[in-house]
């Protein structure tokens, strides 16, 4: 069954196919499946990028599509999550979408038999957000070797900065780490955010996850922004070609200035609509289909 858990579940070789395959939905725009799956979203932390897009890359693909709520179910009677899976795989469900707050739930999922795609694991993983920033930097550079990516923020609560960073190391980009000390779980890769920004083909900002973090953040949100967000000042620092990045949602004025998220050099929407092709490349896999297999809406 074509799961995806985490990043390491794919070679490069295949990363390049699901990149491939995104682009061509990107590219062809109502492709379906022959049949119309069954499938379901489970996400027991909030979502919407995730949640939606990956509802519209099944809706699209023809799949009938079914939203999961914790809260009406049984896992409120202490159902385990691994019997809450077995009962969708039971009645019938053809693949399910899980994001979880327990990192690596997935650990116990191995006796699932329908794919399993994981949506976020805690601060461990997020294989999907990983993909389609790499579209998104595919689709501007042609190429990863040797690309200048600094990801900025609070790399410590991020399963985004771990998923790509790993991932864009294996396929050839310099990644550096910025931001406040204490969130840079890695200081061998540090760079100041005034060097990085003018060192960077890509710079990518992180949400702070308030939600993850134990204590209450001391600085203010002007003087996060002042500190180690992207200000006018350090975007008119950045080379010509170099983009900007976030996964979202975006502290509007606290990573970034307000304005600067739809600047000319910001991918951010196009992150999102690339979340889409990624994600009907993944479900293709899901399914093990080819193109050959896909009909013209
Ligand atoms: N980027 C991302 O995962 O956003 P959501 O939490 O809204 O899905």
């Known amino acids: ?119 976020g694991d805690g601060k461990k993983n997020h294989p999907t957000q990983c993909l389609l920033d790499l579209l998104t930097i595919y689709q501007e550079f042609g190429k990863f070797e040797g690309l200048r990516v600094v990801i900025v923020g609070d790399i410590a609560h991020s399963r985004v900065a771990h998923s790509n960073r790993d991932a864009m190391v294996r396929l050839g980009c310099d990644v550096r780490f910025s931001g406040p000390a204490d969130w840079v779980d890695d200081q061998s890769i540090f760079m100041d955010i005034d060097e990085a920004v003018k060192w960077a083909d890509v710079v990518m900002l992180l949400r702070i996850q308030h939600e993850r973090h134990e204590q209450s953040m001391k600085l203010s949100k002007e003087a ?38 739809e600047h000319p050099k910001s991918r951010i929407f196009k992150q999102m609509t690339n979340g889409v092709h990624v994600r009907k490349a993944l479900m293709k896999r899901a399914f093990g289909y080819a193109f050959t297999d896909m009909v013209k809406r």
């Open 224 to 261: 996060y922004l002042q500190k180690y967000g992207l200000t006018y000042a350090r975007v008119e620092a950045m080379k010509e070609h170099a983009i900007i990045m976030h996964p979202a949602p975006v502290n509007r004025g606290v990573e970034i200035e307000s304005d600067l998220v």
């Open 1 to 119: 069954k074509n799961s995806l858990f985490t990043m390491n579940d794919l070679s490069v070789e295949e990363i390049y196919k699901v990149l491939e395959d995104g682009q061509r939905f990107a590219d062809e725009p109502g492709l379906e499946f022959p049949k119309a799956h069954l499938v379901a979203n489970l996400f027991f932390e909030p979502s919407t990028r995730t949640h939606y897009s990956f509802a519209s890359a099944q809706q699209q693909l023809g799949c009938r599509v079914e939203d999961f709520s914790a809260s009406g179910s049984s896992v409120q009677k202490g159902e385990s999550l691994y019997d809450t899976i077995k009962t969708f795989e039971a009645i019938g469900y053809e693949a399910v979408v899980i994001r979880h707050t327990q990192e690596e739930y997935f650990k116990e999922l191995e006796n699932i038999n329908i794919p399993i795609l994981n949506g």
